[in-house]
């Protein structure tokens, strides 16, 4: 039994990383759609998609929060948004690759962006009271820990000499 515990939260570990790959990609990929799309071009097209979902139903409360969003966005190419989603997106990727190529001071590096991260989501949340970014600052913590644990799990492996 005592054995299933570290492999329990090695695999943890493994699925944190791929959801951070995910994660990052989507980020990036948005970042780079933001970047290439001609002003004005996102939000018409999340505002229609908003409007028939709120003629389907007056009361969507998903549709409505979108167009609230909208309202205050800036979502113009340069904007903060598409830089925001292509750095978070790039250092998601940099610390999924450094942990999964097991570089030195990997662990140390994901810990520090990571809790960067939750920082900045929670001096948002503070500003905006959105609750994604509680979401988001919740998975970021978990990840935090998993990759502690994995760090020190890593450091009590007998090392091998790399090919």
């Known amino acids: 039994m005592a054995r299933e515990r570290p492999d329990l939260l090695h695999a943890a570990f493994v699925l944190g990383l791929f959801g951070k790959a995910l994660l990052g990609l989507g980020q990036f990929a948005g970042g780079v759609a933001l970047a ?15 409007r028939n979902e709120l003629a389907e139903d007056p009361t969507d409360p998903f549709a409505r929060a979108v167009e609230r969003l909208l309202a205050h966005a800036n979502l113009a190419p ?18 999924v690759a450094g942990l999964a190529l097991r570089l030195p ?10 809790a960067g991260f939750v920082a900045y989501q929670v001096s948002e949340f503070v500003r905006t009271g959105d609750p994604i970014l509680l979401v988001l600052s919740a998975y970021d913590l978990g ?9 020190r799990r890593a450091n009590s492996l007998p090392h091998r000499s790399r090919p």
């Open 36 to 50: 290439m799309s001609p002003p004005g071009t996102l939000p018409r097209l999340v505002d229609w998609m908003a």
């Open 143 to 151: 990840v935090i820990l998993l990759v502690r644990h994995e760090g």
């Open 78 to 95: 340069g904007g903060v948004y598409t830089v925001y989603l292509l750095v978070h997106g790039l250092l998601n990727l940099f610390i």
């Open 105 to 114: 001071r990997a662990h140390a590096f994901a810990m520090l962006c990571l």
